[in-house]
T-cell receptor, first 116, second 112 residues
């Protein structure tokens, strides 16, 4: 099946720094990628939809200046958590689908962000 | 407002028996449903899907049933194996938006 690679898998940073997370589709082109956030024992919350060549679409309540998304190519989307604070500590997961809207999503392995 | 709900946060089943995980949704426009399995600190792994035009889809030990009138779907795992122990999420596709909305998950524990 399709593979989505996400890096880094874990990052620990100081408060106030910025962290970039990469999401790559390895064997298919993804015009659309999604970024999710998961708090412990909670659901996957969609943060934003990343569209290749255009601006990302953010869900209500997600600060677009805080979570910068860039989808510069058909195989790469990045999420940058700017000026990270302890409350940004969470598990971030990207996903992509291979084709039409109802194709199944393939997920990256996730990034555990811990902000000290 | 949670559009996709998994009301059972956890479930324990004996090895070899059937595991039934349930999912309810509120939006009758959802047209595609998926089940994912997730281990801690890992990304979800796709298990099985079902289109709203069907009421059943089977893949090996996994069967998903969809009851559109009740806005309910369930995942059956039979026979359950200890390796099935994980958190299971159902997800529903918001038509035309490419978005999937996830339930809160059910932690399945299969006892050897």
């Amino acid at each position: 099946g399709a593979v989505v690679s996400q890096h880094p898998s874990r990052v620990i940073c100081k408060s106030g720094t910025s962290v970039k997370i990469e999401c790559r589709s390895l064997d298919f082109q993804a015009t659309t990628m999604f970024w999710y956030r998961q708090f412990p024992k909670q659901s996957l919350m969609l943060m934003a939809t990343s569209n290749e060549g255009s601006k990302a679409t953010y869900e209500q309540g997600v600060e677009k200046d805080k979570f910068l998304i860039n989808h510069a190519s058909l195989t790469l989307s990045t999420l940058t958590v700017t000026s990270a604070h302890p409350e940004d500590s969470s598990f971030y997961i990207c996903s992509a689908n291979q084709g039409a809207a109802n194709e199944k999503l393939f997920f990256g392995s996730g990034t555990q962000l811990s902000v000290l | 407002d949670q559009q996709v709900k998994q009301n059972s946060p956890s479930l324990s089943v004996q090895e070899g028996r059937i595991s039934i995980l349930n999912c309810d949704y509120t939006n009758s426009m959802f047209d595609y449903f998926l089940w994912y399995k997730k281990y801690p600190a890992e990304g979800p792994t796709f298990l099985i899907s079902i289109s709203s035009i069907k009421d059943k889809n089977e893949d090996g030990r996994f069967t998903v049933f969809l009851n559109k009138s009740a806005k309910h779907l369930s995942l059956h795992i039979v026979p359950s194996q200890p390796g099935d122990s994980a958190v299971y999420f159902c997800a529903a596709s918001d038509p035309g938006t490419y978005k999937y909305i996830f339930g809160t998950g059910t932690r399945l524990k299969v006892l050897a």
